[in-house]
C-alpha cells in the first residue's frame, strides 16, 4: 500500500546549524501535509503544517517546503538548538479520508 | 489546561487478562482516534471516532474494541490481550479531521505503555 517515509532515521547536527528534514510520500490524493515532534516521553506535538495548494509556509524557526512533483516534504530548523533533540513524523491527509498517515520518524540528535 | 489525558501510563499484564486504556480529552472534541507506536513502524491507527456512537478501524484494528458514548472519552479495550500487543499507545483527538475546516491539528496524549507477558 502507499505510505509515508523518510529518508533518514537518524540526523546528527552541532548547536546553531540548520537542520533539515526530509520525508517522502507516495499517495498523490494527499493534500494536507503536518510536521509532528515527539520528545522522550511525550506524545507527539504539532509543530507545522502545509496545505497541497502551498508550496512552502514559514513558522517560527522552522520551514516546511512542498514539492508536488517528487512528493517530497521537509521541514527546516533555522539555528538548530539542543531542546530541538527529538523524534519528527511527517504525516499526510488523503483527501476524503479521516485519518493522518504517519511517517517512521527520524531522530534528531543536536549536540552542543 | 488543554489536554488528552490516558490512564494507566504504563501497564504490564498476561496474556488473555482483559484491560481497558481510558482516554479523555477537555476540547469538545468531536474527533478521537488510537495510535499504537512499535519501533521502525512509526504510528498506525486503530481505531478512530468522528463523534458520539459513530466509530470505524483503522489500520490495525484486529485485537481491539473502542466506544465513544460520551464525546469527551474514547477507552481502548483488549479483550484478550496478546503478547503482539505489547506497545506504545496514543490517544488523540481533534476538533475535527478535514483540512477543509482548519481546526484538525491532533493533539495527543502522554502515551499508555503496555507490555503483555
Known amino acids: 500500500g502507499e505510505s509515508v517515509g523518510l529518508h533518514l532515521p537518524t540526523l546528527s547536527v552541532q548547536e546553531g546549524d540548520n537542520s533539515i528534514i526530509n520525508c517522502a510520500y507516495s499517495?498523490?490524493?494527499?493534500?494536507?501535509f503536518i510536521w509532528y515532534k515527539q520528545e522522550s516521553g511525550k506524545g507527539p506535538q504539532f509543530i507545522i503544517d502545509?496545505?497541497?495548494?502551498?508550496d512552502k509556509r514559514q513558522g517560527q524557526r522552522v520551514t516546511v517546503l512542498l514539492n508536488k512533483t517528487v512528493k517530497h516534504l521537509s521541514l527546516q530548523i533555522a539555528a538548530t538548538q539542543p531542546g530541538d533533540s527529538a523524534v519528527y513524523f511527517c504525516?499526510?491527509?488523503?483527501?476524503?479520508?479521516?485519518?493522518?498517515?504517519f511517517g517512521t520518524g527520524t531522530r534528531l540528535l543536536v549536540s552542543p | 489546561e488543554a489536554q488528552v489525558t490516558q490512564n494507566p501510563r504504563y501497564l504490564i499484564t498476561v496474556t488473555g487478562k482483559k484491560l481497558t486504556v481510558t482516554c479523555s480529552q477537555n476540547?469538545?472534541?468531536?474527533?478521537m482516534s488510537w495510535y499504537r507506536q512499535d519501533p521502525g513502524l512509526g504510528l498506525r491507527q486503530i481505531y478512530y471516532?468522528?463523534?458520539?456512537?459513530?466509530?470505524d478501524k483503522g489500520d490495525v484494528p484486529e485485537g481491539y474494541k473502542v466506544s465513544r458514548k460520551e464525546k469527551r472519552n474514547f477507552p481502548l479495550i483488549l479483550e484478550s490481550p496478546s503478547p503482539n500487543q505489547t506497545s506504545l499507545y496514543f490517544c488523540?483527538?481533534?476538533?475535527?479531521?478535514?483540512?477543509?475546516?482548519?481546526?484538525?491539528?491532533?493533539?495527543f496524549g502522554a502515551g499508555s505503555r503496555l507490555t503483555v507477558l
Open positions: 476540547m469538545n472534541h468531536e474527533y
Open positions: 488523540a483527538s481533534s476538533l475535527s479531521i478535514s483540512p477543509v475546516s482548519g481546526a484538525n491539528v491532533l493533539t
Open positions: 502545509i496545505r497541497s495548494n502551498m
Open positions: 499517495n498523490s490524493a494527499s493534500d494536507y
Open positions: 504525516a499526510e491527509n488523503m483527501r476524503g479520508f479521516q485519518k493522518l498517515v
Open positions: 471516532s468522528m463523534n458520539v456512537e459513530v466509530t
